[in-house]
């Protein structure tokens, strides 16, 4: 019987070629180069939504304590003592362990209220402390709410609700420079009339903005006008110098303006 037998043909593998290859790598690295800006922006919006959110729970535990004590705003006294909105003091030493005691924040007055110690922190804020790691707080409270600060009488102090004649345009409470941020008391400049320099910074972590919660309840990112304000970078070994003159500023004189009023 006559057999035939089939030779099998070789099976042909088909493959990229070396610049073939070049060139896909190539595209997923201007594809790349493309997206990570826009990731990027995409992530500091949400950081910039969460910590308005954060101010804004902040603020309502402010705003609930006072319900609770007779219209009383809590005590902002300087260095954070017990008793005070907020305990604790910041800086960039390792050895404090108040820098990352989230335990701190709760044991304020508001903190009953505040119930969240993640609140304290913004989450743009990323101010490490030498073999302790992220601080606590990013927050501070103005000087004139709760407590007398050093300054001319003839500006006004918020002790009680009541007390606010612009609370739409008196910030309570605002995210603090890093370098700058030491107790819960915030004091932009010394005295009332001077525009000239910080004595406390505003922080700067929201694309050169700042974040404010107010007296009225809401809460917003202010931009920057003058580069000096979010230029101040942040050294993670020294405390920010008290009194650090920038004069023509108009950034001074919007957180001023804001801070306290004439009587």
Same mark, same amino acid.
């Given at each position: 019987?006559?057999?035939?037998?089939?030779?099998?043909?070789?099976?042909?593998?088909?493959?990229?070629?070396?610049?073939?290859?070049? &060139? @896909?790598?190539?595209?997923?690295?201007?594809?790349?180069?493309?997206?990570?800006?826009?990731?990027?922006?995409?992530?500091?919006?949400?950081?910039?939504?969460?910590?308005?959110?954060?101010?804004?729970?902040? /603020?309502?535990?402010?705003?609930? !304590?006072?319900?609770?004590? +007779?219209?009383? @705003?809590?005590?902002?006294?300087?260095?954070?003592?017990?008793?005070?909105?907020?305990? +604790?003091?910041?800086?960039?030493?390792?050895? /404090?362990?108040?820098?990352?005691?989230?335990? $701190?924040? $709760?044991?304020? &007055?508001?903190?009953?209220?505040?119930?969240?110690?993640?609140? !304290?922190?913004?989450?743009?804020? /990323?101010?490490?402390?030498?073999?302790?790691? $992220?601080?606590?707080?990013?927050?501070?409270?103005?000087?004139?709410?709760?407590?007398?600060?050093?300054?001319?009488?003839? !500006?006004? @102090?918020?002790?009680?609700?009541?007390?606010?004649?612009?609370?739409?345009?008196?910030?309570?409470?605002?995210?603090?420079?890093?370098?700058?941020?030491?107790?819960?008391?915030?004091?932009?400049?010394?005295?009332?009339?001077?525009?000239?320099?910080?004595?406390?910074?505003?922080?700067?972590?929201?694309?050169?903005?700042?974040?404010?919660?107010?007296?009225?309840?809401?809460?917003?990112?202010?931009?920057?006008?003058? /580069?000096?304000?979010?230029?101040?970078?942040?050294?993670?070994?020294?405390?920010?110098?008290?009194?650090?003159?920038? +004069?023509?500023?108009?950034?001074?004189?919007?957180?001023?303006?804001?801070?306290?009023?004439?009587?």
């Amino acid at each position: 019987m006559l057999q035939i037998r089939f030779k099998p043909q070789a099976t042909k593998i088909f493959g990229f070629t070396l610049i073939e290859l070049l &060139v @896909v790598i190539a595209i997923i690295a201007i594809l790349a180069a493309l997206l990570l800006p826009v990731l990027s922006r995409a992530k500091q919006r949400a950081y910039t939504v969460t910590c308005m959110n954060d101010a804004k729970q902040l /603020n309502l535990a402010w705003i609930l !304590y006072a319900g609770d004590n +007779g219209e009383a @705003v809590p005590p902002n006294p300087p260095w954070s003592p017990a008793g005070s909105w907020v305990c +604790g003091f910041e800086d960039m030493s390792g050895g /404090n362990s108040d820098n990352t005691n989230s335990a $701190l924040m $709760l044991q304020g &007055v508001i903190g009953k209220y505040a119930k969240n110690a993640n609140i !304290y922190h913004c989450p743009s804020d /990323n101010s490490n402390v030498p073999g302790l790691g $992220l601080r606590a707080r990013s927050f501070s409270m103005n000087a004139f709410v709760g407590s007398q600060p050093f300054t001319p009488d003839s !500006y006004k @102090v918020f002790l009680h609700m009541t007390d606010f004649n612009r609370p739409a345009d008196t910030f309570t409470l605002l995210d603090e420079h890093p370098d700058s941020i030491n107790d819960g008391w915030f004091l932009p400049v010394l005295s009332p009339a001077d525009t000239g320099d910080w004595q406390d910074l505003p922080g700067s972590f929201h694309n050169g903005a700042g974040n404010f919660a107010f007296a009225d309840g809401h809460s917003e990112i202010h931009k920057w006008k003058d /580069n000096r304000t979010a230029g101040l970078k942040t050294t993670f070994t020294t405390a920010f110098p008290h009194g650090i003159v920038q +004069g023509n500023n108009p950034d001074i004189q919007w957180v001023q303006d804001r801070t306290s009023a004439p009587r």
